[in-house]
């Protein structure tokens, strides 16, 4: 952090509603390995703050048959989805001179419902939002986001990684944000919390399954990517995905390489490179620059004892058993 601004803290435990706080009291409770205190709502751990979030969002949030929403499990190519769906849906804008990523970070772009919008205010004002049609991204699983959104025809799409890959980004991500000592936890006490399933937004296997399953039974609504083939296969992906939120290249785009360009806009070098990802700082003092790290496929080999990979997978695969996924 580059910064003296004191950082928000997500597990801050100020400002919860009277009635949240007894819903909470009524909740199973734990502490995740830093010693935050999360609790259990439809299957899934938040911390408190978040919790109170995600109740206003599926209490007042009102969709429109437009809005996109971008979600993932934390650290598994949240950053680079969002800036390849803005970059979609601004195409026609010519070069880098006015595009809307030069201007604010992926994460100012496509803001998070529970961890901006509805955690400043529990009826957000979102005619305010630039963006049209208009985006937004969460962790919560699948069920609860649907909750407020019925019958919408909005678009959902997921991003899901490698666990091994995801619980190293974690890990590094934790020790740079992290100001106090507690909250630089080392890599086994990650494993720790993911085994055990008690941690925020986990159980992971919950997660991506719930997304998953959603993707099978209704795939025009929701998209399951995967980030290992956005690295493998971008263009493909790119195309895939430009597809699903009904904005298809035409043959003339085509030809004029308009997904190499979109792919490489939004690449982790260039990404990286912006200026306002390179100096710039959240509404909640993160530095935008943390988001970008290697990006690579399985940099858990440099990490993670064979032990540690064993175990990881054991559990995984028990998870995933008869559901069709495999990762
Ligand atoms: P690593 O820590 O493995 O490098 P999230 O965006 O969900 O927080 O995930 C962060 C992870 O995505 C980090 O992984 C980060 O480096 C990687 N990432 C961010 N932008 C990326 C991009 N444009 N392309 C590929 N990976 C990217």
Redesign the pocket.
């Known amino acids: 952090m580059n910064h003296t601004e004191p950082q928000r803290n997500f597990g801050d435990e100020e400002d919860i509603r009277t009635e949240v706080r007894s819903l909470i009291s009524s909740l199973p409770s734990d502490t995740n390995i830093q010693g935050k205190k999360l609790c259990n709502y439809q299957g899934c751990w938040y911390y408190y703050k978040n919790l109170q979030a995600v109740l206003d969002y599926q209490k007042h949030f009102k969709p429109l048959d437009s809005d996109i929403i971008v979600t993932?499990?934390?650290?598994?190519?949240?950053?680079?989805?969002?800036?390849l769906t803005v970059a979609l849906l601004h195409r026609s804008e010519d070069g880098l001179q006015s595009h809307p990523l030069t201007s604010d970070s992926?994460h100012g772009l496509v803001p998070f419902l529970e961890m901006d919008l509805y955690h400043k205010s529990s009826t957000p004002d979102l005619t305010k939002l630039s963006s049209s049609p208009r985006l937004f991204s969460t962790h919560m699983p699948l069920h609860t986001l649907r909750e407020p959104l019925k019958d919408s025809p909005c678009k959902i799409v997921y991003?899901c990684?490698n666990v091994k890959?995801v619980l190293?980004?974690l890990w590094?991500?934790r020790s740079k944000i992290g100001k106090k000592e507690a909250e630089r936890s080392g890599l086994e006490s990650i494993i720790e919390s993911f085994c055990k399933g008690v941690d925020n937004y986990g159980p992971i296997w919950d997660h991506v399954l719930s997304y998953w399953k959603g993707s099978l039974e209704d795939p025009k609504h929701v998209l399951f990517m995967r980030?290992e083939d956005?690295?493998e296969e971008p263009y493909a992906q790119v195309m895939r995905l430009a597809e699903f939120l009904d904005c298809p290249f035409t043959e003339q785009e085509i030809r004029t390489g308009s997904v190499e360009k979109i792919s490489d806009l939004?690449?982790?070098s260039?990404?990286?490179n912006l200026d306002i990802n390179k100096t710039g700082i959240s509404w909640n003092n993160v530095d935008h620059s943390i988001?970008?790290?290697?990006?690579?496929v399985d940099?858990w080999k440099n990490h993670l004892t064979t032990e540690m990979a064993n175990k990881i997978d054991m559990i995984m695969d028990e998870k995933f058993q008869g559901s069709g996924l495999k990762m």
């Not at 650290?75 to 969002?82: E, M, P, Q, Y």
């Not at 988001?291 to 690579?296: D, L, N």
């Open positions: 993932s499990y934390p650290k598994s190519g949240t950053t680079w989805l969002k800036a992926p991003v990684r890959d190293v980004s590094h991500f980030y956005l690295k939004c690449s982790l260039s990404l990286s988001f970008f790290r290697k990006g690579e940099d």
